[in-house]
């Protein structure tokens, strides 16, 4: 009996340090009587009714199709609302009344002088750059669903007041521009954000260059719409109030539709999580410390980080450029290439049209190409974006008056190369800055609102008189602006994730760490 004693206890101690795998529960016997023998006699135990627990099984979410690309495509078009409500401006602007004109049955006006549309065009580049930071701490704060809405509310009422508040006087519309330009501001980290969040590792590119495409089909919408409207009896004002009713519609839309994470939304599909999480760092994931509280941003060694700064300078170069098109193009091609108003809206939306197919086969094809290295791929996306485009639009300096075709082939060839930008510095900022991509886009967003306030100024100060040698002058200096930008691009960019998205990062190098790192890193890890 001893020995039987110590092998049982022995057998229970391992049973406790090694569970079985299969183990049955009395409750799942069926029987309904349990027979025991005692001193050779059979008595009968009364059946004992055990309820039979049924472990739950873990809800498995199932989706006919992947939730994310719905996601990004609703995001796409709400980021395009936001830009159109300011870009229309570009174009109505040729046909509103200034603040001091009465409006006529012809609608043939003066319009603003060259100062007041500095001014109003300038408005919306302060009204950003003032609210970039707010913003970014917001989204850091609140999420992107809150802030992002907040702001499709605010530049969708600033926008149905804009014809009415530009007849009161000339302050309440450089107000209403201000408003709108506050908005602008969530754009880039709104793109950061979901990217971050929305994105599998594999598909960086394809979602950076869907997001971006912002810029262009705000173009394509309201030049052509702008144009159509603007000769009919509705006349300008009417083209506010549809951009503002169609902004208003597609970001109530969003709101219903967007989660800030992807594992908190109702609809998506286990498979689908594990598609976005696949290859993603516990610290990328995790948005919260051990206490419950949001993660700080490392600032400082972001500021200081030089592949970080690869991606400002690349943006410099670009956005700056990007302005010179999207607001010059009307004037250029209706003063110099000699198209009328009413060509003059579609030929402008022309180049970005094409930009747009560019930007959608960029991302997808960077993602897609795994004979280079990732590094490798951002310097000549990069490169395609920016030198290319700066070679397009060194050779538009020397079309002369007169050659039309000429012109908008240039024209078109040299914004269409800018949709590379989503293989190159916008793809480089999120694979860099994972978590903290918000930020590094918000920086984006900040030399965004720099480029729109300062491209009128100077472009304009070189435009004194239209004459085809100061647009000469334009063209090579922006040109030229765009090479020297890719050629440090080139030399700062990494594809590896910065050392402060992760603390124990094996992947460091001297690209994609801060100065101020204390250390060491091999010279020769590129």
Known sequence: LRMIEDYTDSKSIDEEKNPPIFSLSIGSISSTMTTVSIDDKVKEIPPVEHPIIEEKNPIVKTSCIDLRYPVV????FALSALMSNVVCFNFVVLFM??????????????????????LLFSSVAIGALVAVVPVSHATHAYGTRKVFFAAGLLTTVATALIPMGSRI????????????GMSVAAAMPTVGSIVSNWASLGQHGLFMSTLTTFGQISAIFSMPVAGALCVTSYGWKSVYYLHAIVSGTIFVIWYLIYRNQPSKHPWIST???????????????QKY?????????????????????????????DLVAVQLIHIFSPLYLHEVLGYSVQKTGWTAALPVLFQFFVKIFAGHSSDRI????????????????LGLSGAFMA????????????????????????????GGFNKCATLVSRQYSHFVMANIQVILCLSMLISPILVNSMLRTGAISEWRLVFLSHAALLIICNVIFCLLTTAKPAIWTEPDVAMANRRNQSFLSVKSVDPGKV
């Open 97 to 118: 009344p200034s603040t001091i004109e009465p409006e006529n049955a012809n609608h043939t006006y003066v319009g603003y002088t060259k100062s007041e549309r500095t």
């Open 169 to 180: 006087s000339l302050s309440v519309f450089v107000g209403l521009r201000f408003i709108q």
């Open 289 to 317: 410390d051990k206490e419950g509280k949001r993660k700080e941003i490392p600032y400082l060694d972001i500021l200081t980080t030089p592949a970080v700064w690869a991606v400002w300078i690349g943006a410099l170069g």
């Open 73 to 76: 495509l609703l995001s796409m």
């Open 271 to 285: 498979h689908e999580l594990g598609t976005i999480h696949r290859g993603k760092s516990a610290a990328d994931l």
């Open 370 to 385: 795994v004979s280079v290295s990732e590094t490798t791929k951002l310097r000549i996306y990069n490169t395609l974006a």
């Open 395 to 422: 050779a538009l300096a020397f079309v002369p008056r007169g050659y039309p075709t000429w012109g908008i082939v240039l024209l078109t060839l040299s914004n269409a190369m800018f949709g590379f930008n989503g």
